[in-house]
């Protein structure tokens, strides 16, 4: 099993403030990721992970959403995972009943919740963590749309500019560098 090097790092890595404009572009991002997994032609994967462990921020300023680890095909007739993230998880996902594409909804709502005071923004979120999944918005398309309408979008540098000064990862830079042959 080989994963993508991403330099950078995860959401819970980078300190804050943060402003709306950069909460929907990274919101809006993880939602393009959801989209294309919720709606493979080969069979739905919900991710049941979203967290801010799980969305990395690159020093070029893309967003990507890693760790499949706990992800579920939709028409897989096998056991469903059960690990998620404390916080993060859907109500029906703590209760390990069946879980859809608003599981990761809701996940990404708490995620991005983590990350803004904004009154707009927080009214978004507020829908889309919504306890019952009905009330959420109906697919990551439909939430991107929301964040798009409450905010525009920051370029790649302004998210790349949150890097600036990450939180320290001693012990996986000392990894990393052994790896490579330094000290």
């Known amino acids: 099993l080989l994963y993508e090097w991403i330099d950078g790092c995860t959401l819970d890595a980078v300190s804050g403030p943060w402003r709306a404009g950069e909460v929907a572009t990274v919101g809006r991002a993880v ?24 969305v990395f921020v690159t020093r070029a300023g893309g967003v990507k959403l890693g760790d499949l680890g706990v992800a579920y ?12 993230t404390r ?24 995620t991005l919740l983590t990350l803004t005071d904004d009154s707009k923004l927080i009214d978004v979120l507020e829908r889309a963590t919504h306890d019952s999944p009905d009330a959420r918005f109906e697919s990551a398309g ?7 309408e409450a905010y525009e979008t ?24 052994s790896i490579l042959g330094g000290s």
């Open 142 to 148: 439909a939430l991107s749309s929301a964040l798009g």
């Open 73 to 84: 095909c939709v028409d897989s007739t096998g056991p469903v995972p059960q690990a998620i």
């Open 154 to 177: 920051v370029s790649p540098q302004e998210i790349a500019a949150l890097l600036e000064a990450p939180a320290p990862r001693p012990v996986l830079d000392h990894a990393v560098r």
């Open 87 to 110: 916080g993060f998880g859907a109500p029906g996902q703590l209760d390990q009943g069946p879980v859809d594409a608003r599981a990761d909804i809701y996940a990404l709502g708490k």
């Open 31 to 54: 939602c393009e990721a959801l989209s294309y997994l919720h709606t493979l032609r080969d069979g739905a994967i919900i991710h049941r992970d979203v967290s801010p462990s799980n």
